[in-house]
């Protein structure tokens, strides 16, 4: 009998900045009591799914109250031998105001069918537990909350469109991880590991690891493995430090970008932070005769070990493609908040233009 733990209850309000800082705040000095704790024991070697929370989590999607991709995705941890043993917590946020009533009902009936699965109708969601925030935080604030419920070292931040398709070795890359503080976030890639968007200057990692890792001069929230204090003590600070405290905005806006540092070939005058992976990638890869390449924009950025990213996989196309992505959407725009961008409303807007 699967063990039931799928009781909904909402999450705190969390929909300010200030909200998100007080949780992260006393959350990081949790995290400072036990500041690098150091490799696994021989028990936890031998358990080590009891240190993984798997986070998903969710929003009004149009394929609402349909639960098919999500059980497609627990039914898909299985793909890592028990990795299913490992707790589970399914966050939903709430849904956009604008959002259409007929979807918001929809969402309702999503989250009952989701409880009801955690509660012991399907054994895939065993070890699962369900939380709903009271109102809308979107995609970043969200994952900040969802944090704030875990209690594990380490989590698999999965999405509500994602499933694992390809077997790793998440007991190796959790010894891995506890061992080497440099490992700090590695990314399930959902194509093969080579030089493409987010990735756009990767190398093998040759350092201490029982996993095969690709370096990556970029940071991606798709479906990763992380240290829960890293997030609380790194990840959440920067995209509360971000244009409005991080509101409506995806986490790895807030992370990739710092990262990147784009424009810059040289640290800025009185400057904290140095070149970045932008200018690695423009005089590495896209134009190394550049006039404004320096020796340091051609090294990896002097704090990438603060981001810590790696791909899982040796940097070849053949490896790579662990998850697969499973559109919720169709043709509808996330959110519920429209897309300007569409061949009609830049019609509709001429139109306007012309009248006046």
């Known amino acids: 009998m699967p063990k039931r733990r799928g009781l909904l209850r909402a999450a705190a309000p969390a929909s300010s900045a200030a909200a998100d800082a007080n949780t992260t ?127 594990t070292r380490f989590m698999l931040v999965q999405q509500h469109d994602y499933v694992i398709v390809r077997p790793f070795d998440a007991a190796g890359l959790l010894r891995t991880m506890a061992a080497n503080a440099a490992v700090k976030h590695v990314r399930l890639n959902m194509r093969g590991n080579i030089q493409r968007g987010f990735d756009g200057v990767i190398e093998n990692y040759t350092g201490a690891s029982d996993v095969p890792l690709t370096r990556t001069c970029g940071w991606s929230d798709c479906p990763h493995i992380a240290g829960a204090c890293y997030y609380r003590r790194t990840i959440i600070p920067f995209n509360l430090a971000d244009h409005h405290g991080g509101k409506r905005k995806f986490m790895e806006e807030s992370v990739h970008y710092r990262m990147q540092r784009n424009g810059m070939f040289e640290r800025e005058a009185g400057g904290e932070s140095g070149v970045g992976c932008w200018a690695l990638k423009k005089c590495t890869v896209e134009q190394p005769s550049h006039p404004g390449c320096t020796p340091a924009a051609r090294r990896w950025p002097a704090d990438f070990d603060e981001f810590g990213t790696y791909l899982y996989g040796v940097a070849s196309p053949s490896d790579g493609t662990y998850v697969q992505h499973r559109s919720q959407r169709g043709n509808t725009p996330q959110w519920g908040l429209g897309n300007h961008l569409t061949a009609s409303n830049t019609r509709r807007r001429r139109r306007r233009r012309r009248r006046r």
């Open 25 to 151: 705040s006393s959350a990081s000095a949790r995290c400072a009591s036990a500041d690098s704790p150091g490799p696994l024991t021989e028990g936890e070697k031998a358990a080590w799914w009891r240190l993984l929370t798997i986070v998903v989590c969710s929003s009004p999607v149009p394929a609402n109250p349909d639960t098919t991709v999500l059980r497609a995705i627990f039914a898909g941890l299985a793909t890592v031998p028990d990795l299913p043993r490992a707790r589970k917590l399914v966050h939903f946020d709430g849904p956009q105001p604008t959002l259409p009533v007929e979807r918001k009902r929809a969402y309702v009936e999503f989250k009952r069918r989701v409880r009801a699965l955690a509660n012991g109708e399907h054994p895939d969601f065993s070890h699962t537990r369900v939380v709903a925030t009271d109102g809308f935080l979107f995609a970043s604030h969200n994952l900040a909350a969802a944090v704030a419920q875990v209690r």
